[in-house]
């Protein structure tokens, strides 16, 4: 349940969800670690003869538009009067924080009141996109989902 409310109202990167990561892994607590990293993806406990994939293979176009546009985020928030910064600024990461959370039901019956159709319940390595896991936005190189198996994909036609 903390993966989903956790999200919706967090007010600084990470939040409770991410204090819970921290002590899984300081624990080494590996029954918490296996679960946690099949939910979200996230590993916190990373085996030893593990090599880490490289910065290069990890890159993409959407990422480093990202940290352009975090950086100038941050820029603009040091630049803003004090008294405001809060009010004006979410402490989180982009897509951090998420405003609505749907089950396969509700977000289906959405889509065809927004007119969509053939919508269907996808899984994180299949699409009807051609070459879908070619852009890595649902999994990761190795080929595991990139934020875990609980997350909803679907897909509709407009």
């Known amino acids: 349940m903390i993966e989903m409310l956790d999200q919706m109202v967090r007010m600084q990167s990470g939040g409770q969800m991410g204090e819970c990561f921290h002590k899984v892994s300081v624990s080494k607590d590996r029954i918490k670690a296996d679960f946690i990293e099949q939910r979200v993806g996230e590993r916190l406990i990373t085996p030893h003869a593990v090599t880490k994939p490289s910065l290069k293979s990890k890159i993409t176009l959407d990422k480093l538009t990202n940290k352009i546009l975090n950086l100038y985020l941050k820029s603009l928030y040091f630049l803003a009067p004090r008294s405001i910064r809060d009010e004006v600024f979410i402490r989180t990461s982009i897509g951090e924080r998420h ?27 299949h699409s009807q996109i051609p070459h879908f896991n070619t852009y890595l936005l649902d999994i990761n190189a190795d080929g595991s989902a990139y934020k875990g198996v609980s997350s909803l994909y679907m897909e509709a036609r407009a």
């Open 99 to 125: 405003k609505w959370a749907y089950d396969s039901f509700s977000l289906k019956r959405l889509l065809t009141q927004a007119g969509f159709s053939d919508i269907q319940t996808m899984r994180y390595d």
